[in-house]
């Protein structure tokens, strides 16, 4: 059975800065891609960060710059460190994974993710 457990989220003044950490258990896929997904209340569920097993990246626009996501294969664990945190960051933080390779814009789409986490909470206050 697939579980993914997340850490990190916190409440934080804007500019600050927050890393999260998501663990995979139960996942033996040797290719897949694993990825961070935010939603905020009233709005849909969006794509912030993915990576997949070979290291490729991609980021929605509102974060590049700020925010860095990286793999440990080994230990199955994807973090996402967030940078010049701003208000508009404010949102419940799902990590996401999927067995098997997508394209880099398949990356953020939450509907090509078969496994999710509870989420964790990051505040930002301005």
């Known amino acids: 059975q697939v579980q993914l457990v997340e850490s990190g989220g916190d409440s934080v003044q804007a500019g600050g800065s927050l890393r999260l950490s998501c663990a995979a258990s139960?996942?033996?896929?040797?290719?897949?891609?694993m990825g961070w997904f935010r939603q905020a209340p009233g709005k849909e569920r969006e794509g912030v960060a993915a990576?997949?097993?070979?290291?490729?990246?991609n980021y929605a626009d509102s974060v590049q710059g700020r925010f860095t996501i990286s793999i440990d294969n080994a230990k199955k664990t994807v973090y996402l460190q967030m940078d010049s945190l701003k208000p508009d960051d404010t949102a419940m933080y799902y990590c996401?994974?999927?067995?098997?390779?997508?394209?880099?814009?398949?990356?953020?789409?939450?509907?090509?993710?078969?496994?999710w986490g509870q989420g964790t909470q990051v505040t930002v206050s301005s």
């Open positions: 990576i997949d097993s070979d290291g490729d990246t």
């Open positions: 139960g996942f033996t896929y040797s290719n897949y891609c």
């Open positions: 996401a994974a999927h067995p098997g390779r997508l394209t880099a814009r398949r990356l953020l789409v939450p509907d090509d993710y078969s496994f």
